[in-house]
């Protein structure tokens, strides 16, 4: 009897026979409100940054334009395709109104970018709160999901 050569020892894995569907609540759309939480913090404990109000005026006012964005889309829950119109809306409304301010020299009274900042704390721990936030999504995503084979369709609730 002769031994099976390796080629006909590998044998290609079977193909799952059944795929896993898991609910994600809308919240986890944050994180790119904690992703430029956390990158405002690294930059507000830098020296030369820490003490530069203008700079962190323009810190916090991206911070809050990004978190901004975010509470509308867990809001109103858009798909991507409303949400791509809704924010090349929004940038060409800002490049417009700066093109125009400055190509026709006009003063525009009412319109000015808002200076709003937050502390390097505040940002450390709003990141770290939805970092935590996120992570505990993930756990929860494991215990309750849908799996579905061609016959049968289980939903596991819990560790077992």
Partial sequence: MTEPTKEAKKQPPKPKDYIIVRGYPETLFF???????????????LPPFDTNTE???LIGTLFFAVFAFNFIIVAFDFGVGKTAIIAFGVIILVLASIILQDVLNLEMGGFSIPEITASKEFYFFFSLLVGLHLILIWIYSRLDYWMISPTEIYHHRGIL
């Fill in 31 to 45: 994180y790119p409100s904690m992703i430029v939480s956390f990158i405002a913090f690294l930059v507000a404990i």
């Fill in 55 to 57: 700079f962190n005026a």
